[in-house]
């Protein structure tokens, strides 16, 4: 099992930055994909951005050259610097780690809310 522990959510003004941070325990297979994804009140979950052990990195059209995704190998942590928000990024943002095996696990979701 993998356990996910988001943190750093709250409320910014437009044109703010957050940092959200996850950190990942368990079974943790050496290569994986973590990523995160947010879901809207009323809209599906979508996501935000990826990247592998090797730092491949995958982004939505809609954060792209705003948000950026990074990671620590050695503490099993992923990080999403959001710079210049929008109120449209107002979401519940989850973590997301996909093993070598296919298992996919979800941390409980953050809440960034953007005011205008």
């Known amino acids: 099992q993998v356990q996910l522990v988001e943190s750093g959510g709250g409320l910014v003004q437009a044109g703010g930055s957050l940092r959200l941070s996850c950190a990942a325990s368990?079974?943790?297979?050496?290569?994986?994909?973590m990523g995160w994804y947010r879901q809207a009140p009323g809209k599906q979950r979508e996501l935000v951005a990826t990247?592998?052990?090797?730092?491949?990195?995958n982004y939505a059209d809609s954060v792209k050259g705003r948000f950026t995704i990074s990671r620590d190998g050695a503490k099993n942590t992923v990080y999403l610097q959001m710079n210049s928000l929008k109120p449209e990024d107002t979401a519940v943002y989850y973590c997301?780690?996909?093993?070598?095996?296919?298992?996919?696990?979800w941390g409980q979701g953050t809440q960034v809310t953007v005011s205008s």
């Open positions: 990247i592998t052990t090797s730092a491949t990195r």
């Open positions: 997301n780690l996909l093993s070598v095996t296919s298992s996919n696990y």
């Open positions: 368990g079974s943790i297979s050496a290569v994986n994909v």
